[in-house]
């Protein structure tokens, strides 16, 4: 098995605008709120998958980047037995968390809703995804400070290099109150763009 990797795609979600390697692919008025900004895209993509609209905010950011991403990649169905997916983020799943805290903390409308406790992890976006594209590999999401293309590259090589993957989903997809910000790419055999944590630092602060 080819062990080295390099960055083969890359897209971002931020501030009202999908960038897919290098492209815009949608880009809408950054005072639109989140919510209607995914409709939009979903809209726009012309996706036929009802369930995108059961999820929560982040999984629904986590869903979007992932969906566009992936649909410009030809990827086999063997092939999927070995990609991993190794997602990150600052708030864990807070911004769902809230929102349930409300639905118990309410006196008058008292209501812990099982369809958003179902939300109150942050990998359950990332499980959204592997369904939807039958992804079988090895999965992990951690939380930082900040965004860590080097954690990111390290740990992608690490599986590649233990025979864990052969190729891997990279990336960092944050909600909050303040705003959303997704940044998601493949690390393959494939791939032109070097896998290094400067490559991908520079795709992240250009998107």
């Known amino acids: ?6 960055i083969q795609a890359w897209c971002s979600v931020q501030n009202g605008t999908v960038i897919c390697n290098g492209k815009k692919i949608v880009s809408v008025d950054n005072e639109q709120g989140f919510s209607e900004f995914a409709k939009q895209v979903y809209k726009n993509q012309q996706w036929e998958y009802p ?15 992932a969906e566009i991403l992936l649909n410009e ?3 086999s169905s063997e092939e999927k037995e070995q990609l991993a997916v190794v997602l990150s983020n600052k ?3 807070l911004d769902t968390d809230r929102k349930y805290q409300d639905s ?19 990998n359950i976006g990332m499980g959204e995804v592997c369904i ?35 190729q891997v989903l990279c990336g960092w997809t ?3 109150e303040k705003g959303y910000n997704s940044f998601l ?15 991908i630092k520079k795709l992240y602060t250009q998107s």
């Open 51 to 65: 369930k995108f609209f059961k999820m929560d905010r982040l999984s629904k950011l986590t869903f979007l980047t």
């Open 1 to 6: 098995m080819n062990t080295k990797l390099n």
């Open 91 to 93: 708030s864990a799943s």
């Open 104 to 122: 118990i903390n309410s006196i008058e409308n008292f209501y812990p809703s099982p369809a958003v406790f179902v939300y109150t992890l942050p």
């Open 132 to 166: 939807r594209h039958k992804i079988q590999g090895e999965n992990a999401f951690f939380v930082f400070d900040d965004f860590n293309p080097l954690f990111l590259k390290q740990y992608a090589e690490s599986l590649a290099q233990n025979n864990k993957a052969a």
């Open 73 to 75: 990649l030809t990827i």
């Open 185 to 199: 790419y493949l690390a393959s055999p494939n791939g032109t763009l070097p896998h290094t944590e400067e490559t």
């Open 174 to 176: 944050e909600i909050d």
